[in-house]
């Protein structure tokens, strides 16, 4: 269970024009139809009591506790099943009404055990509170009855009991499973006095369809669904609303404490992003913060052959900056640069582009964010004006036609994932394009009403095909697209479109869609009412990633479905933090709020502030930088929060560019596979460990808050401001929340946002700034923010990627719920029994024809590299597809990709790789040389007592 | 050519009438006689089954209890002619059990062959229909309402209201339910009608699909009526064939299309809200009302959900006018009533007439006596839920009010006879264990409280602190009563209450006639 809610109104608001009053124990009150008398009084002041009833799932009806008496109807009705009418007369505390509620309590009793003290809900356990209120004192049936308390506890999941002796088989687990998750893992056993709360078929949470989301553990009033972190500690005494460190959906939590102990992390129930859901990572997989493979000491060393040397935070300073001085006086300005991290704060990543820009006096500034949503920011720009998604997630719950492209929500982004799945149980329909049968495609009450199975690599060629048959047919908004965007594009990219090579029919060829499949799913687009895109990686991560996000953005804008609710094209981000790494200023060639770094004004503007001359020139991207490396002109690199050589594609490639760098200065929370090649280690701080903000998919800034002292003695910020100090450049911020105010004032889009308004509101979707004080959940509305809507003429150019005799198949990556990215931090935590290794799906056929079986050791090659990993036999990939994760160093799915990238921002393509597949018995040449020098590089000296 | 009937209606099947049928069909051709056998439904005087029926210009003549072995004597007695014979009952019709009755909705059950469409028209069907397809629905609906028809699954909530919700509900998909779930013990009524007259509620469940602007039926039939399944739905494809059913009924223009379902074999799937979930494929689980269903039940559409019999008794109405209909009938019970008796009883059956005759004259005049002979004792009405009535209250009129403000309900009329030998702390016993068995474990008073029941009247029967425990239940049966979701909690205290009331000895520890079993 999970905290009792203070102020639980017991069911969810109605929405109602009209309104009606009541009277409720002689309080008038006046409610939307529709809302419940137990909602109502609690909005009165009163309380009714109750057990199946919480604010966040539908009523039930079932507890019976909450009775009350209505003026003029017979019986006692639930208040909570039972809507109030105008000029309803309630009574909640009668005489009657008490019996009744004792007479319930006492029944609920006759079955529970008795070891309050020594339970692990004593003190927060909504039984115990009820059993105080309607005053029970005695359980007359005795409890030599019938009972559960011989019922065997479930403690399958890592990070949860289910503890049946306890349970009051209220549902609420069940409902919330549903409603609020949308698995449908749980349903309730038997019937009568037998029934009982089963995952499944009786199976144990563990076997069962359970993704360990944490909803029902959320909901339980009792302790029967129970964190373990719980029972092992005690309840929390504090706690810290933040925002979770994982995935761009930026969910909201309070993080409970004992002192600096973190007992357990729930939910935010007023999180705007996440109304108090949350997934099995950011809910449960925290552990990893207090690791012991945490490292909390700077380290040094001369080259990466010797073992690493602790040392104080000064030395490790002045080492570092001294290298990078030394490395610019030999080899020029230039030859250092840095990456930020799209895992930390605004406020860190602000710091870090600026200490390139200001103290090394260079613009080679890059981020992670290059290797999965450039794209995004690219194409919007163009089409729209903002690099960004148009909507809230929020929006999606008025969306009637929902398109998922090149996105698993259900793995990559689950909470989102769980609004869509409930607008698709509301009658929503829902259109998947994607190589894999991925699970939103068909599950427990969602079906996809088309699954566009295409080839991995001919995106562009189906967006185009859509648009064929929107112009083609006539189903084009023709009010929108003449009020709103430019003519002559317009006319152009019809034409365009129009082409025969763009039809249905051909590109069914390319695509292996069928013709009618694509046509049917286009009207459904154009013509189902408010439609919506929501994207992902399997978008940018192409060699055509930015012309396949501005082909979204044609056909959205063709067909009117910008600028309101319910509508607009949107990109799932990965990480916590990829949309405001971008908005700091992170890209080369970008300032804060995307203002290119050649613009006269805005250079002018941060010279100002930062009192220092700004380069015009853009710096070197991530892959320039590794050529660079390659031919000797850049030698030193400041890496926060990323570990480059897991996550960039073409391993080999980047190892060699790392060994011929003379300083590398990795600040991380573990000696991660770039640390290896490290001279300079910085023990980064986690998410709970400083102050600062994340920016989500939905535009979305919300605080990030200490709770906890940073492990290492500074916050990442504060590593970055020492390091500028030492090389000449003050940096003197005494709390992020200067940084932000920077930000701000540097920011347009940023100029409203400060840590009191923060603070006050929760969190501010940007552009926040005197035109929309309160931020912006919805952009574009009545206008692009660029003007008018550019359509761009989107030709379909195959990649240079493909399969022949050597690599008959095609590779395509991907995530899975419980791991994130790296795995840095899932790994370190019992998430691994879910995903203990990636493994490589492959269709039956094909994996027939090479003689594998079903969990046999397979070697992986691509012209660039081979690995070798278990493969998992299954018709979720299409013949002539196959498909890895890349959480496992040791699998190092990014030997075998290759350099290809997005034309015009350098996304790596790897959602395309050509391979061939046979069994093995051994480790690639690779895997074993990186498992020794993984050994090698982590050696730590011991400190001479 | 002679017309002989042999009911092919569950209840004589159970005696024989399979055998009987064979052995008249064999012994008719082994005498070369021009013999076509109807398969009829039952006339529902169960104490003669299989009862067999032969037409002669009297009328039709019975026979009966036949046991296949019976046939050959029957041939030799002449009973094609209607001759004497030791199990000649005389004229069908005159029989005073089947004389004394007011059959308004049974008057072709047991009469007609029950697949025979054309049986159906020759005998007055249709006529109902035919109607209401004149009709604007508020006129059909107002009719309902005039009748004074009220649900005869339970509840005994007024038909035509019902249906008046679901016509002003406004929704491009309406559904009729039909309930024929029928798990009352000792009732039987719904079966009947299925076996014996299918068409009869087809064409109730159009006329209610008229009426409320509904173009889908779902019968609901209990899964122990693997029988009346498989006729319902020979019945729904002979009517499709004819033109009832599907998007023209009757070349009017008018869609309705029906479909038979097996139900989940639980009790609780009889109360119209789990049987909706369990119609749309979930486990069948109460449902909190509001909303009604006929505002939002099916698929969370409007839904009228009505018992078989209500349903089946909408064709008169309609034929013969809501006047002729409320003609029968006393204070605010209006119509006839099947009432269904069973138990330890001499003539059991079913027997339809107006409300308003005493629970004496159904058990005495109509079942005459016990069946084992030994005094009556007690009835209990109503089914599982419904109250046990002494003698001295034998003069209650059957009639909705007249049962409620004596603590009991008439249910769906079935009533069931017990002699003295019956211990009423055992009943009370079993209403909590019947309670306990069939609950769907939704709401605490229920899922708790009746197994807390069953282990208190234990106690009573045990002898152990028995004043403490029967005011236990009392206080049980007030949290039963007035907190459970639904009927099956909350009217279980009707049985139990009932039996400490009226039989307050067999609750005294020192007569324990149990115990000594
Ligand atoms: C536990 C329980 C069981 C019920 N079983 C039946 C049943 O088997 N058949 C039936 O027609 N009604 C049954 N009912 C009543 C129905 O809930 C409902 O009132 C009825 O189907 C409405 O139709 P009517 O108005 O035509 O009677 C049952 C009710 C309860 C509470
Ligand atoms: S769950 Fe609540 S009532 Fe039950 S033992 Fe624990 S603290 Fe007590
Ligand atoms: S596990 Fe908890 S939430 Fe689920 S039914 Fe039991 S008490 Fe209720
Ligand atoms: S943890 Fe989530 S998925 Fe698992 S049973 Fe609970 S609600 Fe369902
Ligand atoms: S009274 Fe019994 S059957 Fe009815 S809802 Fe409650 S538990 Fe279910
Ligand atoms: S809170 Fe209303 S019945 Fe449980």
Redesign the pocket.
């Known amino acids: 269970m999970s905290r009792v809610l203070a102020n639980d109104r017991g069911t969810p608001p109605r929405l109602s024009e009209q309104q009606v009053s009541v009277l409720i124990d002689g309080h008038g009150i006046t409610v939307p139809a529709g809302t419940s008398i137990m909602r109502a009084a609690v909005v009165a002041g009163i309380k009714i009591p109750k057990l199946c009833a919480t604010e966040t799932l539908e009523p039930f009806g079932s507890c019976r506790l909450c009775l009350v008496e209505i003026d003029g109807r017979k019986g006692t009705p639930a208040s909570c099943t039972t809507p109030v009418e105008p000029g309803m007369t309630v009574h909640t505390q009668t005489e009657r009404l008490s019996r009744l509620r004792r007479g319930v309590m006492e029944l609920y009793i006759s079955d529970h055990p008795l070891d309050c003290l020594t339970c692990s809900a004593n003190g927060d356990c909504e039984l115990q509170d009820m059993a105080g209120v309607v005053g029970l004192r005695e359980v007359r049936y005795g409890y030599e009855g019938a009972n559960h308390f011989g019922a065997k506890k479930d403690e399958s999941n890592p990070y949860f009991t289910f503890d049946p002796t306890k349970c009051i088989v209220c549902s609420r687990c069940v409902r919330a499973c549903e409603e609020v998750q949308g698995t449908f893992a749980l349903t309730i056993g038997e019937r009568g006095f037998g029934s009982h709360v089963s995952p499944g078929m009786d199976e144990h949470f563990f076997d069962s369809e359970c993704v360990s989301c944490g909803a029902c553990v959320q909901v339980c009033p009792t302790a029967t669904l129970m964190e373990k972190s719980v029972i092992a500690n005690g309840q929390a005494q504090r706690s810290v609303v933040t925002t979770c460190g994982y995935c761009g959906v930026g969910c909201s939590f309070e993080a409970e404490l004992q002192g600096d102990r973190v007992v357990r992390m729930t939910p935010y129930m007023d999180g705007k992003a996440n109304h108090g859901h949350s997934c099995v990572k950011g809910r449960f997989a925290w552990g990893y913060a207090t690791h012991k493979d945490r490292i909390t000491k700077p380290m040094i060393r001369a080259t990466i052959e010797e073992p690493w040397r602790e040392v104080s935070w000064e030395e490790a300073i002045g080492h570092t900056a001294a290298e990078f001085r030394r490395i610019q006086q030999k080899y020029g300005r230039g030859a250092v640069g840095g990456i930020t991290s799209s895992r930390c704060t605004n406020e860190e990543t602000f710091l870090v582009q600026k200490l390139i820009r200001a103290a090394f006096g260079n613009n080679n500034v890059d981020t992670c964010a290059r290797v999965c949503h450039s794209p995004t920011g690219y194409g919007l720009k163009t089409a729209f004006g903002t690099s960004a998604g148009t909507q809230d997630f929020d929006s999606v719950l008025d969306a009637d036609v929902i398109v998922v492209i090149g996105a698993n929500p259900t793995e990559g982004h689950p909470v989102f994932a769980s609004r869509l799945k409930r607008r698709v149980r509301e009658g929503a329909k829902l259109i998947v394009a994607d190589p894999r049968r991925i699970d939103l495609v068909r599950m427990p009450h969602i079906e996809a009403a088309h699954h566009l199975a295409l080839l991995p690599g001919t995106n562009v060629a189906l967006i185009n095909a859509l648009a064929h048959v929107v112009v083609a047919e006539d189903l084009i908004a023709r009010d929108f697209v003449a009020e709103r965007c430019e003519a002559d594009d317009f006319a152009t990219w019809c034409a365009f479109v129009s082409r025969p090579e763009n039809a249905p029919e051909h590109v069914a060829g390319i695509t292996g869609v069928p013709a009618a499949e694509i046509r049917a799913a286009a009207r459904l687009y154009a013509t189902g009412g408010n439609a919506a895109i929501y994207y992902g990686l399997g978008v940018t991560e192409h060699s055509q990633g930015s012309t396949m996000v501005m082909g979204m953005a044609n056909l959205a804008m063709a067909t009117g479905n910008l600028g309101r609710s319910g509508v607009g094209v949107n990109p799932l981000r990965g990480q916590n933090n990829v949309q405001g790494s971008c908005d700091m200023g992170s890209f080369p060639h970008e300032l804060s709020g995307y203002r290119h770094i050649s613009d006269e004004a805005a250079r002018a503007l941060f010279e100002a502030a930062w009192d220092v001359a700004l380069e015009a020139e853009p710096g070197l991207r991530i892959p320039n930088m590794f050529d660079a490396a390659l031919d000797g002109s850049f030698k030193g690199i400041y890496i926060q929060g990323e570990d480059i050589v897991q996550s960039d594609p073409n391993t080999h490639h980047v190892e060699a560019a790392m060994r011929a760098m003379e300083c590398v200065v990795v600040q991380d929370l573990f000696l991660n596979e770039t640390a290896a090649f490290a001279h300079v280690f910085l023990p980064g701080s986690s998410f709970l460990e400083k102050d600062g903000t994340f920016t989500n998919a939905e535009r979305r800034i919300s605080p990030v808050r200490k709770a906890v002292a940073p492990l290492a003695g500074l916050a990442d910020w504060e590593v970055t401001m020492a390091l500028s100090n030492a090389l000449g450049y003050p940096m003197n911020y005494k709390h992020p929340s200067e940084i932000m105010d920077e930000i701000a004032r540097l920011t347009p889009t940023f100029a409203g946002v400060s840590y009191a308004a923060l603070d006050r509101v929760g969190s501010i979707q940007w552009p926040c700034n005197a035109a929309a004080p309160t931020g912006t959940p919805v952009m574009h509305i009545g206008k692009f923010v660029r003007g008018k809507g550019r359509f761009v003429v989107t030709e379909y150019v195959p990649t240079d990627e493909r399969t022949g005799p050597r690599f008959p198949l095609l590779l395509t990556t991907g995530r899975i719920l419980t791991q994130y990215n790296v795995g840095a931090q899932t790994r370190r935590t019992e998430n691994n029994v879910w995903h203990s290794e990636d493994l490589l799906e492959i269709h039956p056929h094909d994996a027939e024809n090479r003689g594998i079986r079903d969990g046999d050791r397979v070697a992986l090659m691509s012209r660039v590299g081979e690995t070798t990993l278990r493969a998992q036999v299954t018709e979720r990939v299409q013949p002539g597809v196959v498909y890895t994760t890349f959480h496992h160093p040791i699998t190092g799915a990014n030997v075998v990709t290759t350099e290809y990238s997005d034309w015009a921002t350098n996304c790596p393509e790897y959602k395309v790789t050509a391979v061939e597949v046979r069994p093995t018995n051994r480790w690639s040449q690779w895997q074993e040389e990186s498992e020794v020098l993984r050994e090698s590089t982590r050696r730590v000296a011991v400190a001479a007592e | 050519m002679t017309r002989v009937f042999v009911p092919c209606d569950s209840a004589a099947l159970s005696v024989g009438a399979y055998d009987v049928a064979v052995a008249v069909a064999a012994e008719a051709t082994a005498r070369g006689l021009d013999v076509t056998m109807v398969r009829n439904g039952s006339r529902g005087l169960f104490w003669l089954e299989p009862l067999v029926e032969v037409e002669t210009p009297r009328g039709r003549v019975g026979y009966g209890p036949v046991h296949a072995a019976d046939v050959p004597s029957l041939f030799a007695a002449d009973f094609l002619s209607g001759a004497a014979h030791p199990l000649r009952q005389g004229v069908v019709e005159a029989i005073p059990y089947l004389a004394n009755q007011q059959r308004l909705t049974f008057a072709r059950c047991g009469i007609i062959d029950a697949y025979s469409f054309d049986d159906y028209l020759a005998h007055g069907g249709l006529r109902g229909l035919r109607r209401a397809l004149e009709l604007e629905p508020a006129v059909i609906v107002g009719a309902v309402i005039d009748s004074g028809l009220?649900?005869?699954?339970?509840?005994?909530?007024p038909?035509g209201i019902?249906w008046r919700t679901a016509l002003q509900a406004e929704s491009a998909q309406k559904y009729i339910v039909c309930?024929?779930?029928?798990?009352?013990s000792g009732t039987y009524a719904?079966r009947m009608i299925m076996e014996g007259d299918p068409f009869i509620l087809i064409e109730g469940m159009v006329i209610a699909g008229l009426a409320v602007g509904a173009t889908k039926g779902f019968v609901y039939i209990?899964s122990e009526y693997p029988h009346a399944f498989r006729r319902m739905r020979r019945a729904i494809g002979v009517a499709r064939a004819r033109g009832l059913l599907g998007a023209d009924v009757l070349g009017s223009g008018r869609t309705f299309e029906l479909e038979a379902r097996l139900g989940a074999g639980a009790?609780?799937c009889?109360?119209?809200t789990s049987?909706l979930e369990s119609l749309e494929g979930r486990r069948g689980q109460i449902r909190y009302k509001p909303p009604l269903p006929a505002i939002s039940g099916l698929f969370a559409r409007p839904t009228v959900?009505?018992?078989?019999i209500?349903?089946a008794s909408v064709p008169i109405i309609l034929d013969r006018g809501a006047a002729f209909y409320r003609e029968f009938g006393s204070g605010r019970s209006r119509g006839t009533m099947p009432i269904q008796l069973a138990g330890n009883v001499k003539r059991g059956g079913i027997i339809e007439r107006a409300f308003g005759l005493t629970l004496g004259e159904i058990v005495e005049e109509f079942g005459g006596g016990t069946q084992s002979g030994r005094p009556v004792r007690c009835v209990q009405v109503g089914g599982p839920?419904g109250a046990y009535w002494p003698r001295h209250l034998f003069d209650v009129p059957f009639d909705y009010e007249a049962f409620a403000e004596r603590g009991g309900m008439i249910g769906?009329a079935g009533v069931v006879v017990f002699d003295d030998t019956v211990n009423l702390a055992r009943q009370a016993r079993f209403a909590f264990a019947f309670c306990a068995l069939?609950s769907c474990g939704k709401c605490t008073p229920c899922r708790i409280g009746a197994q807390r029941g069953v282990e208190a009247i234990d106690r009573v029967i045990r002898g152990d602190r028995p004043a403490a425990q029967i005011a236990l239940v009392r206080d049980l049966c007030e949290v039963m009563r007035d907190g459970s979701l639904?009927?099956?909690g909350g009217?279980t205290p009707l049985p139990v209450l009932s039996a400490i009331e009226h039989f307050p000895e067999d609750f005294e520890p020192l007569r324990r006639p149990v115990a000594a079993q």
């Open positions: 009220r649900g005869r699954g339970g509840a005994g909530f038909t019902k309930n024929a779930d029928e798990g009352d719904d209990r009790y609780i009889g109360e119209e049987l959900i009505n018992n078989v209500s349903l839920l769906h069939e639904c009927a099956l009217l």
